[in-house]
């Protein structure tokens, strides 16, 4: 199964996309960051979209995963990142994804054992998960963690419905 995790924002979007196989195993695919920084906020907005797009286009995922909006420290704030989240969730459900929402802290307990990790912790333990040669930059790994978490998830939810407890 070929996951993508969206960490969303309004100056930068991480994306990551790894595979996960039968036993569990995880492998990465990809990852990077749709930094639309220093453009006016509806371009930003479109700009997520379209190039998002793009990247499904290219990886062509399984399923996707994206975090879930938090209570930023200003209303304004908290739009902006809704929009931007917005914005990559309509880019999902275009290209026919089937998408799960988990919060912060259910990613980085799932990818990181502990769900108040910060985010050098995040960004070494995906590296160490996903044998890269370094950290990636934290969006990337932030998004690459919501893959992880959705693996973790989905490989649960597999072996309880196999064991008749769904």
Same mark, same amino acid.
């Given at each position: 199964m070929r996951i993508i995790g969206i960490?969303?924002?309004?100056?930068?979007?991480?994306?990551?996309?790894?595979?996960?196989?039968?036993?569990?195993?995880?492998?990465?695919?990809?990852?990077?960051c749709l930094n639309v920084a220093g453009r006016p906020?509806?371009?930003?907005?479109?700009?997520?979209?379209?190039e998002l797009s793009q990247v499904l286009a290219e990886y062509?995922?399984?399923?996707?995963?994206?975090e879930q909006v938090f209570m930023a420290r200003n209303a304004d704030s908290a739009l902006k990142l809704? !929009? %931007?989240?917005?914005?990559?969730?309509? $880019?999902l459900l275009e290209a026919a994804l089937p998408v799960e929402e988990y919060t912060a802290l259910q990613i980085k307990k799932a990818s990181v054992g502990a769900g108040h990790a910060d985010k050098e912790q995040v960004q070494s333990m995906v590296r160490w998960l996903l044998h890269l040669d370094k950290?990636? !930059? %934290?969006d990337a790994a932030?998004?690459? $963690?919501?893959?992880?978490?959705?693996?973790?998830?989905?490989?649960?939810?597999q072996r309880w419905q196999v064991a008749g407890h769904v």
């Open positions: 960490d969303p924002g309004s100056l930068r979007t991480g994306y990551g996309i790894i595979e996960s196989d039968a036993r569990g195993e995880l492998q990465h695919v990809a990852h990077g906020f509806l371009e930003r907005i479109g700009a997520i979209y379209r062509r995922p399984d399923t996707a995963a994206i809704g !929009q %931007a989240r917005g914005a990559a969730l309509v $880019a950290n990636p !930059q %934290a932030d998004a690459l $963690a919501c893959a992880i978490c959705h693996a973790h998830h989905a490989r649960t939810r």
